[in-house]
């Protein structure tokens, strides 16, 4: 009986992981960025100069985002389970890996699910990584690294916490906000800069050690923080109808862009490789 369920079980996530790699191939068909829009100066938005990695976790899905291109591919490791979905969110991008991780629900139904390891175009390597065993209830849904760690907001208790390139051993660091989720590495002064999923809040630039540097206002929430090294401005999401979103580190915002075939799906982990700008530590 357990060899029948388990084999049952192995049977249905072979399923699954099928229909999304079917989907990841159709919409590889329809992804293209229409209604760019005018930055404030007026001049045409294309979208991020470098690769911008994105994850649509609840979908099984990822993003390689540049210019006016959206390419998706499917995550290796998504399942649902008593009615979890256990997608691949939060996400750190370093010397052309893609590694993300996978979510953490011990307190609701005892499970958490592996993280895995890309190239830069989406293939799969083969290795995984574990949700960190004494991480406990904490709930990362983005990441980013400065090489040598990655750091993550634990959302669901509003402290970024410092982790090994393998996500193991988080250590605590400091307290944010409140729905703060987003976070991305700026290694010109190597902080933090955190954003809030709430309207009408703040994107912070810490301190490794917590001390606010600067901060700037903004009226929609933002996910997937991300800071493009090619011109050093910080993209973000917002909502479900595929925006992407563009600010100086100053504040000013620069434009948006559109991308339909990401329209209707939530994405939360989102980072550049800040590699490619040869400052980040070593």
């Known amino acids: 009986m357990t060899t029948r369920t388990a084999t049952t079980r192995v049977r249905r996530l072979s399923f699954a992981w099928t229909l999304r790699t079917c989907l990841a191939v159709l919409l590889a068909g329809s992804f293209g960025a229409t209604g760019q829009a005018q930055t404030g100066q007026g001049s045409q938005q294309t979208g991020p100069k470098s690769r911008y990695f994105v994850t649509g976790g609840d979908q099984g899905v990822n993003w390689i985002i540049r210019h006016s291109d959206a390419t998706p591919f499917a995550q290796q490791h998504w399942f649902i389970q008593e009615g979890y979905v256990f997608g691949e969110h939060a996400i750190a991008v370093h010397r052309n890996r893609v590694r993300t991780l996978g979510r953490n629900a011990r307190e ?3 499970l958490t699910s592996l993280g895995s390891e890309y190239t830069f175009r989406g293939v799969y390597t083969g290795t995984d990584f574990a949700y960190p065993i004494d991480a406990g209830t904490l709930a990362f849904v983005d990441a980013t690294t400065d090489g040598t760690h990655i750091y993550a907001v634990a959302l669901n208790l509003n402290v970024v916490y410092q ?30 800069w955190v954003s809030n999923a709430a309207l009408n809040e703040f994107i912070v630039n810490y301190s490794l050690e917590g001390l606010e540097l600067s901060s700037f206002q903004i009226p929609t929430g933002a996910n997937a923080l991300a800071l493009d090294p090619a011109d050093d401005t910080l993209w973000f ?24 075939a ?13 590699r490619i700008r040869g400052r980040s530590r070593q």
């Open 237 to 260: 999401t917002h909502g479900f109808d595929g925006t992407l979103y563009q600010y100086s580190k100053e504040g000013d915002f620069l434009g948006s862009v559109t991308y339909p």
């Open 108 to 110: 609701a139904v005892g």
């Open 163 to 192: 982790m090994d390139m393998d996500w193991s051993n988080p250590v605590f660091l400091f307290t944010v906000r409140p729905n703060d989720i987003g976070i991305t590495y700026d290694p010109s002064n190597r902080s933090l």
């Open 262 to 274: 990401m329209a209707g799906w939530n994405h939360l982990g989102g980072e550049f490789d800040l």
